[in-house]
């Protein structure tokens, strides 16, 4: 590994160690997780497709399009039907509930919720010994066959999801941010049933074919610091969130849990059976793949379970440190864009190169006229501009500007980039000369519009709106009477270029740098 690559490797682990971990199982697709609940959902979905007409795509509406190209994780291309995506976004919300992968702080409290950890196969704050994780285990069924129950109800009479009917939903999009859409009923439903399923094999403890469940985990005692072991049972581990891992156990899981989803929505589809034979086939996996086996405790060790030797959660964690891990977040990002984007974190070191090494002249009798390029970019709604524009100097305090700028919007979990907005708008600067080296303080106002460049969710490609920007505190250094360097340390970006239904905005926190050449 070169030195470079292994400092940001060092800066990114240690940045990542101070993100507080709520609880996911398995993982859903982020960029510091692996998707192992997309994974383990698009091998039972094409499965099933190769199997039942039932589960054939859904030709998707020219905004569902944008939304699905929109969605924050990588989708195959077999995958980017209506249906598929629809299962896809129901098996993550259990886990998300319309917030980005990278709220930490807002999923901790979602997931902690008490209400809620039947969604996970985990405990509930009153599954206490010593019927605990048989009382999880059937709450965890229950919710399992609610969700059936509405996603059968929204078959046709061929035995295939209707399209027509829908449900509301709150869904994180990378650009568009959170929306709510209508989606399949049957798809959404199946989708947030096959989480729960899947999540009982990592958050139990099993035989060691893995058949059978012997102890559920518990996650919402723990994470509030009130787990008595042998009360509550045993603590939810981060390590068995994983799929990508070549552990024993871990692999033995994600096997089961990719056929237990495979045969569960098989059960769904069957175009040969009525919808009470289907609810009766979904009970039978259920009881195939959730099936309790009793006697184990804390006293017996939970039967010696080769699952003890996991450790209740990474020795990085920080329970409610919700400060520090959106601040250890935007560093693992600023790290991840380094490392993803070198090329261009080399060109723009260009121009503090030539700040930090050019020798100021002379820059009396400066120039009236001179023509602005500008870089900049933000980590927050993550973006890249590039501006180009025409200044005027009105007098020794004003100077009044044209730009046309073109944004690049970005999103770390999906690892997408693509054309966000272009703006045009007027700029006026304020200077404040400070007569050592060549240097000026300015405070820079942008105004003008903003017209959308790609196709999002509700947000049709060519609409347009206002665009504003503010500087409050830049550096602009005379490097001779023809150059001048400009940097803005800190400043606020917001397109609007969508104003009718929901409107749509892109606010960015923005650093910038540039050259002034006069002319």
């Known amino acids: 590994m070169r030195p470079r690559n292994a400092c940001i490797a060092v800066v990114a682990l240690a940045a990542a160690c101070l993100i507080p971990e709520p609880a996911r199982a398995f993982t859903v697709g982020s960029v510091g997780t692996s998707g192992c609940h997309e994974t383990i959902t698009e091998a039972a979905l094409r499965d099933v497709r190769g199997a039942f007409a039932t589960a054939k795509p859904i030709a998707p509406s020219t905004d569902e399009e944008a939304m699905i190209a929109d969605l924050p994780f990588s989708v195959p291309d077999d995958m980017r039907d209506l249906a598929a995506a629809s299962l896809l976004v129901g098996v993550r919300d259990n886990d998300l509930k319309g917030r980005s992968p990278a709220e930490f702080d807002q999923l901790a409290i979602i997931q902690a919720d008490p209400t809620t950890q039947r969604e996970h196969c985990l405990r509930g704050p009153g599954d206490d010994e010593p019927n605990g994780s048989q009382t999880a285990i059937a709450n965890c069924e229950q919710f399992i066959d609610e969700r059936v129950a509405e996603a059968l109800s929204a078959l046709d009479a061929s035995g295939a999801p209707d399209p027509n009917a829908r449900v509301e939903i709150s869904v994180w999009l990378s650009l568009r941010e959170r929306v709510t859409v209508a989606l399949p009923t049957f798809w959404v439903r199946i989708g947030q049933a096959m989480h729960a399923l899947q999540d009982s094999f990592a958050h139990t403890y099993r035989t060691a074919d893995g058949a059978r469940v012997t102890t559920v985990l518990n996650w919402v005692d723990w ?297």
Not at 456 to 470: A, C, H, I, Q, T
Not at 472 to 491: S, V
């Open 223 to 519: 994470a509030n610091g009130q787990l008595v072991e042998s009360r509550d049972g045993p603590p939810h581990k981060m390590v068995m969130d994983q799929c990508d891992d070549d552990d024993p156990i871990l692999t033995r899981n994600r096997l089961l849990a990719t056929q237990a989803s495979t045969d569960f929505l098989r059960a769904a589809l069957d175009p040969s059976t009525s919808t009470a034979q289907k609810t009766a086939a979904v009970d039978q996996v259920l009881a195939k793949y959730i099936d309790y086996s009793p006697g184990c405790t804390a006293q017996n060790d939970w039967c010696d379970a080769a699952e003890n030797a996991f450790p209740a959660s990474c020795g990085c964690h920080t329970v409610g440190a919700a400060r520090t891990g959106l601040a250890g977040f935007a560093a693992f990002v600023l790290v991840a864009l380094l490392a993803r984007r070198r090329r261009r974190a080399r060109w723009l070191a260009v121009p503090f190169a030539l700040a930090l090494f050019a020798i100021p002249r002379d820059a009396h009798a400066e120039p009236r006229f001179a023509i602005s390029a500008n870089a900049g970019g933000s980590i927050a709604d993550p973006a890249f501009a590039q501006s180009l524009g025409l200044r005027i100097r009105l007098g020794r305090h004003f100077i009044l500007g044209a730009d046309g700028e073109l944004e690049e919007w970005f999103d770390i979990n999906g690892a997408r980039i693509a054309p966000g907005v272009a703006c045009f708008y007027a700029t006026g600067i304020l200077r404040f000369p400070m007569n050592a080296r060549g240097f000026d303080l300015r405070t820079t106002f942008q105004l003008g519009a903003a017209y959308e460049l790609v196709q999002l969710e509700g947000v049709p490609s060519g609409s347009s709106g206002p665009f504003f920007g503010v500087y409050p505190l830049g550096l602009a250094w005379r490097l001779g009477r023809h150059l001048t360097f400009t940097f803005d340390p800190l400043g606020v970006a917001v397109p609007v270029p969508h104003l009718r239904g929901t409107p749509f905005a892109y606010p960015q926190f923005r650093s910038q740098l540039g050259f002034e050449i006069g002319l």
